[in-house]
């Protein structure tokens, strides 16, 4: 495999329902996706990554698929997205979907099939189980696992009597991946159907948990005020899961010039995502670490977010940065995707007076990050989370509304415990990156001409695409010289090694990149208060590349001023 095509690259994330409606129904679409691709060209991205676009009833936005095999006619058709694959490849732009292969839609004929009798030919291609019964004869799930959309992972079933798994909503049954006739079904039916079509690669979600402990165990105990736990001791990264994407990389990626980029969830052991990544281990080609974006979220409910300090941010970058150095691995950065809230609300500031400031800041610590660069959709133009004053009925993703209606309904409607989940909604609700693309200053922000499915964000007036692309200080500017300096100098921005300068700085995070004898030094402020910082790096040889102010002092960083040198 010519691995160098995936490691150079910065991939831009679309989500396709909020990024560019063609025919007005309010619902982003593929030939909107390729109204935009020169501007994705013009922006200095080369690889492009669809969330899911497979036929879907849309319970969670398309990771329920329901035909792997056809596009959802509420964006287009299979000939839109042939037609999108070969547009991309004219661009040189690459392109890779979202393989969504730890569950179906329980509207999937396999599902279907499955739920049918006990002695389907494809029962076993989901996990069901009998119950249990508690003291009083009473019927119970049979154990007390968590699903990670609230209350049981267990649905029963009346038909069979037995209960199906399903660790996210009810209706996404978990594939049961110890059946080999379902894998093979998969590898041909999935991957290679969609790479035979020219697909580059996928994303490939929840790659850490297809294996699942088959005694079902009972999950401890860690939120007593629940009858539902945590469970993912018996079913992440477990040794069969490991088994099942070498094979997966054996019968399919490795007979294609593709990537692959694993969703590792929280998986916080270097060591067992190096299992993964590294070239000799034969399975992907990178994985998404949250050690870094799930900072502040609750724990074991993320709706309930805790202050965190720029030193667990800046330990958390240099260990997912370390980790891949002087071995065959690979990482990659992000600080949003569709389910995040927006970085410079998390990170920076939505303040007008550091907005934009805090942006470009963001945009210098990605743009130095080694390993394959994702953006997310709006984050080049610095689009914000939700407007605060948005009650619960502007909000449509399932993970929010079940949060917010178990709340309700323990706390029997409770004023003071609603608006107390309000406030963890406002900040980590997978809503905030979910607004519609904000192009420009028109009606609904130029995304359609229709009713926009969720509500655009009201501040598109004066932050938009076109309106940034005028600009030549804009953060939509800023981005695209950043992102030229990234491929000017790549082996320092993306195969450089990283090190803390100052690391115990509350402050300011400075680090060196280094390749050979090349190196970067980088400084960014995330205070609003003007700081001064350590300069013993910089000599008069040293060339001040870019900064994100008009006019930089010599020792002082002026609040979310960034720079970075050549040294």
Partial sequence: MNAEWWKNRAVYQIWPASYKDSNGDGVGDIQGIISTLDY????????????PVFESPQDDMGYDVSDYQKIDKMYGS????????????????????????????????WFKDSKKSKSNPRRNWYHWAPPAYGPDGQRCPPNNWRSYFSGSAWEWDEATQEYYLHLFAKSMPDLNWEC???????????MKYWLDKGVDGFRIDTVTIYAKNPDYPYAPVTDPNSAWQLASMHYRNQ???FDFVREMNEKVLSKYNCMTVGEFG??????????????SEKRISMGFQFDTVFLGFGNPNKFEPVPFKLSEFKETYAKWHKYVENNDGWDCEFLENHDLPRSVNRFGSDDPEFWEASCKALAMLEATSSGTLFIYQGQEIGMTNIPKDWPIDEYRDIETLNY?????????????SLEKAMEGIRQVSRDHGRTP?????????????????????????????EDQSNDENSVLSFWKKLLHLRQKYLLLFIHGSFEHVDEKNTSIMSYIKQHGNSKLFVALNFTKESRNFDTSHITKESKLLVSNVSSPTDDTL????????LL
Avoid: M
């Fill in 40 to 51: 994705l060209k013009e922006l200095g991205v080369g690889t492009i990554w669809l969330s």
């Fill in 78 to 109: 299979n000939s839109d997205v042939e037609e999108l694959i070969e547009e991309c490849h004219k661009r040189d732009l690459k392109i890779l979907l979202d393989l969504v292969i730890n569950h179906t839609s329980s509207e999937h004929q």
């Fill in 180 to 190: 080999e006739e379902l894998r093979e079904v998969i590898y041909e039916n999935v």
């Fill in 239 to 241: 040794e069969r899961n």
């Fill in 266 to 279: 929280p998986t916080r052991d270097t060591n067992v995502a190096l299992r993964y990544v590294k070239q």
């Fill in 404 to 416: 917010y209606n178990s709340i309700k309904e323990k706390s029997s409607n409770s004023h003071i």
């Fill in 437 to 465: 693309v904000q192009w420009n200053s028109s009606k609904h922000a130029g995304f359609t001409s229709g009713t926009p499915w969720i509500n655009v964000n009201k501040n598109y007036i004066s932050i938009n695409a």
């Fill in 558 to 565: 002026l609040p979310y001023e960034g720079r970075i040198y």
